[in-house]
Every structure is written in structure tokens, then in C-alpha cells.
């Protein structure tokens, strides 16, 4: 880690450690201070390049990635909601197919199958995991079910195992949802590589973000990754060859060269956020009904969030909120209650673990950044809340 990240962080910490400092949710000024010169020096090298849309930053990045992840291929997109549309349709997401995914997530994970053309089926989650139980998925697939999209959520990786086992007996695909997952692992094994396609958003909050939007599909088979980049240009095969109808979905060469400097960042990030869950786990043991997040045993879990669950849940947010400390909630109403999804019929109590959890999850502070002694001031106002 350079000197003056270092600098910056001892700074921190001690303002922090004042007690009277706001603590916010995210940092991201402080994630990008260290890094500010090489930023700098890429946005001019993108300048004088004046490429700006795909080009060799975009190609280096996509093998870097790919890399990363271990898969043949990378393909960057727009967005983790473009990752999402095209995947599916590059595994024949069409009219008629139905594709079954949880309702505990962010609605870019159903728009994607809506968009691509199919049908939602939700099941519950498991409520250790906060991810898709794989018990219920059996029972849920029928005659038009095509695939399977279990997301990563938290940073936590979905128990795989026993879906791509079904998948395979059952003749379904599965799509790794990986947005919140980026260096996660399950089984020794980075998510995003273990379905038969895997995506990633770079919106600037998540684990690896660019400055602006960016996305990626990364995955082995060269038929499924050429029909995701047909999807990003227009359902072009080469210039002005439309196989079908695409979108406008590519990924933006300045977002490409920013990336490419933050992800060798990566796995250090990643380890700060864990440090900083252990931290928390220390200070927040035995506290009231407060629930903390279950580290899986098949992988190493990268902290997007640090979603704890309380039966208080609005009562202790609004007391943090009062002492300056931010937090968040994902998601406060589950997708099979929102309008959006009124057409599908459910109505509460049909997914018992999922809206039990909705109503109960907080995120605490969480980013690589966050000092020992602001993790120790929001445990102590927690502690607090449940003493008082
Ligand atoms: C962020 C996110 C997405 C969408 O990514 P964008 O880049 O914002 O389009 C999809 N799924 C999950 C679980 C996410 O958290």
C-alpha cells in the first residue's frame, strides 16, 4: 500500500476518533485519494488516445478481468444490468422461458429477465446465507424453466454446489449474479466462473467500481460470449452486419482505463473489508437479538455489505442516524411486493424467509477505509441502543 494511503488512513482514524465526525456509509473519496494521480494520468492518456468507446483499453481490461475471475473470456458491458439482459439472452431467455431467481436482491437481477423477453420465478432464500436455498429450487422448475440466476448478495457467494448439480440433471443453465461479489470465492474458486456465464457491475459503490457505469460477462464459452457482444453493438457480427436487433451496451474506454488501475487494488480492498467485518464481529458478540452475517464454509465472503438483523431494526437505525452514523437497508420491500411485480400475484406471506429478513437487515458502515475506531464508535452505539 502506498505511503500516502497509509497517511490518509491514520488521518482518518484519527479524526474519527473524536467522536464527534459523521460516519458515512461509503467513502468514496477516501477510496480514490491514494490513487488520484494515476486516475489522472489515464483520463490524459485516454485523451491523446481519443478512442473512447471499446479499443485497447477496453480488450486489456476484459483480459485482466478474465484473468481475475480465471475464465477464458471477459466481455465489458454498460452496466451490470446490461451484463444481466444479455447473458440471458445469450442463453435463450425468450418469450415462453421461464427463469428462477430470488426476490431478495436489486431489480436489475428480474429486469434482466423481463427485458431479455422471460418469466420470473421467484423462490425464498435461506436465512443464514441471505442467498437462494437450494432445497426449494427443485420443486420450482417446470416445463419452461430454462435457468437459474443466484445472486452473491452481500458479497457472499450462493451455495453452488447443489445448484449447478441440479442444473445439470435437469438440463437448466445457471447465471451467477456476482455485482456485490467481486473476488468472492466458493470453493476455492472465484465467483462469476462457476455457472455458465457470470456478471459484474462496476457502479462506483460496489467492491471494484469505475468512476461512472461499467459492467462485465465473463464466462468459457465462446458461442454464449459472442452472442453478449453481438448484444452490446447493436447485433452486429462486424460493421453494419445486424444479426438481430442489440443495444447500445458497451463499455466505455476512459471507464476501462480506471479500472485497469483500480483492480490490482482489488484483493487488498478485499482483505480490508474483511478485517473490518472482524472487527465488528469482535465489538458486536452477544448484543441484544442483533444477528450477525454467517461467514459461508465453501468461501470466502468480501463484505460489500455488513448486513447484521435485529427485530429493531427502524428504531436502531434512527438512533445511529441521530448520532451521525449512516446506514443502509437491502432491500426494505422484496420484489415479489413491489408494484413492478404486482402482475405476478403474490402477495406477503408467500415468501416467508425473504420478507422476515427484509424487515429485519441493516447494513452498517462498510468500505475498505473505515477505521478500527469508527467501527468501535458504531458498536458502542449500538451496545448502546440495546443496554438503554
Ligand atoms: C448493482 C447490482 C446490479 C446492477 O448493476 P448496475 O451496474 O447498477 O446496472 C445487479 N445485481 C445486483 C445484485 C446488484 O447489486
Not at 477516501?30 to 489522472?40: C, F, P, T
Not at 458491458?77 to 451484463?83: H, K
Not at 453452488?160 to 448439480?165: K, R
Given at each position: 500500500m502506498?505511503?500516502?494511503?497509509?497517511?490518509?488512513d491514520?488521518?482518518?482514524?484519527g479524526r474519527a476518533?473524536?467522536?464527534s465526525?459523521?460516519i458515512?456509509?461509503?467513502?468514496?473519496v477516501?477510496?480514490?485519494?491514494?490513487?488520484?494521480?494515476?486516475?489522472?494520468a489515464?483520463f490524459?492518456?485516454?485523451?491523446?488516445?481519443?478512442?473512447?468507446?471499446?479499443?485497447?483499453?477496453?480488450?486489456?481490461?476484459?483480459?485482466e478481468?478474465?484473468?481475475?475471475?480465471?475464465?477464458?473470456a471477459?466481455?465489458g458491458?454498460?452496466?451490470?444490468?446490461?451484463?444481466l439482459?444479455?447473458?440471458c439472452?445469450?442463453l435463450?431467455v425468450?418469450?415462453g422461458?421461464e427463469?428462477i431467481?430470488?426476490?431478495?436482491?436489486?431489480?436489475a437481477?428480474?429486469?434482466?429477465?423481463?427485458?431479455?423477453?422471460g418469466?420470473?420465478?421467484f423462490?425464498d432464500i435461506d436465512?443464514?446465507?441471505?442467498t437462494i436455498d437450494?432445497a426449494l429450487?427443485?420443486a420450482?422448475?417446470?416445463?419452461?424453466?430454462v435457468?437459474?440466476?443466484?445472486v452473491h448478495?452481500?458479497?457472499?457467494a450462493a451455495d453452488?454446489?447443489?445448484?449447478?448439480?441440479l442444473?445439470?440433471?435437469?438440463?437448466l443453465?445457471?447465471?451467477?449474479?456476482?455485482a456485490?461479489?467481486h473476488?468472492?470465492?466458493?470453493?476455492g474458486r472465484p465467483?462469476?466462473?462457476?455457472?455458465?456465464l457470470?456478471?459484474?457491475?462496476?457502479?462506483?459503490?460496489?467492491?471494484l467500481g469505475?468512476?461512472g457505469?461499467?459492467g462485465?460477462?465473463v464466462g468459457?464459452d465462446p458461442?454464449l460470449?459472442?452472442?453478449v457482444?453481438q448484444?452490446r453493438?447493436?447485433?452486429?457480427s462486424?460493421?453494419?452486419?445486424?444479426?438481430?436487433?442489440?443495444?447500445?451496451?458497451?463499455l466505455?474506454?476512459?471507464?476501462a482505463?480506471?479500472?485497469?488501475?483500480?483492480?490490482?487494488?482489488?484483493?487488498?480492498w478485499n482483505?480490508a473489508?474483511?478485517?473490518?467485518?472482524?472487527?465488528y464481529?469482535?465489538?458486536?458478540?452477544?448484543?441484544g437479538?442483533?444477528a450477525l452475517?454467517?461467514?459461508?464454509?465453501?468461501g470466502?465472503?468480501?463484505?460489500?455489505l455488513?448486513?447484521?438483523?435485529?427485530?429493531r431494526?427502524?428504531a436502531?437505525?434512527?438512533?445511529l442516524a441521530?448520532?451521525?452514523i449512516a446506514?443502509?437497508?437491502?432491500?426494505?420491500?422484496p420484489?415479489?411486493?413491489q408494484?413492478?411485480?404486482?402482475?405476478?400475484?403474490l402477495t406477503a406471506?408467500?415468501l416467508?424467509?425473504?420478507?422476515?429478513?427484509?424487515?429485519?437487515?441493516?447494513s452498517?458502515?462498510m468500505?475498505?477505509?473505515?477505521?478500527?475506531?469508527s467501527?468501535?464508535?458504531?458498536?458502542?452505539?449500538?451496545r448502546e441502543?440495546?443496554?438503554?
Open positions: 502506498p505511503e500516502r494511503v497509509k497517511a490518509i491514520e488521518a482518518r482514524a476518533g473524536t467522536g465526525e459523521p458515512p456509509f461509503l467513502d468514496l477516501a477510496s480514490h485519494q491514494g490513487l488520484e494521480d494515476d486516475l489522472v489515464a490524459r492518456r485516454a485523451l491523446h488516445a481519443a478512442q473512447f468507446v471499446g479499443g485497447p483499453e477496453v480488450d486489456a481490461f476484459e483480459r478481468f478474465a484473468a481475475t475471475c480465471g475464465t477464458a471477459c466481455v458491458v454498460n452496466s451490470g444490468t446490461d451484463a439482459r444479455f447473458a439472452t445469450a435463450g425468450r418469450p422461458a427463469v431467481t430470488v426476490a431478495h436482491t436489486f431489480i437481477t428480474t429486469e434482466a429477465i423481463t427485458q431479455a423477453g418469466a420470473i420465478r423462490v436465512e443464514r446465507t441471505m437450494p429450487v427443485e420450482a422448475v417446470g416445463p419452461r424453466t435457468g437459474i440466476v443466484p448478495l452481500y458479497g457472499h453452488l454446489d447443489p445448484l449447478l448439480a442444473a445439470r440433471r435437469r438440463g443453465w445457471v447465471l451467477e449474479d456476482a456485490q461479489a473476488g468472492a470465492t466458493y470453493r465467483v462469476g466462473a462457476l455457472g455458465s457470470g456478471c459484474f457491475s462496476f457502479y462506483p459503490g460496489k467492491n469505475s468512476l457505469e461499467g462485465a460477462v468459457a458461442g460470449l459472442a452472442i457482444r448484444q453493438e447493436h447485433g452486429q462486424s460493421k453494419y452486419v445486424h444479426e438481430t436487433e442489440g443495444f447500445n451496451g458497451r466505455h474506454a476512459i471507464q482505463a480506471f479500472l485497469r488501475i483500480k483492480l490490482p487494488h482489488l484483493p487488498v482483505t473489508r474483511r478485517r473490518v467485518a472482524a472487527w464481529r469482535d465489538a458486536l458478540a452477544r448484543v437479538d442483533l452475517p454467517t461467514e459461508p464454509l465453501y470466502e465472503h468480501v463484505y460489500h455488513f448486513v447484521v438483523r435485529t427485530a431494526r427502524d436502531l437505525r434512527d438512533q441521530a448520532q451521525g446506514t443502509g437497508v437491502h432491500y426494505p420491500t420484489l415479489h411486493l408494484r413492478a411485480y404486482a402482475r405476478l400475484g406471506g408467500s416467508p424467509v425473504t420478507e422476515r429478513v427484509a424487515s429485519s437487515c441493516l452498517l458502515p468500505f475498505p477505509e473505515l477505521s478500527q475506531s467501527v468501535g464508535r458504531v458498536a458502542d452505539a449500538i441502543f440495546f443496554d438503554g
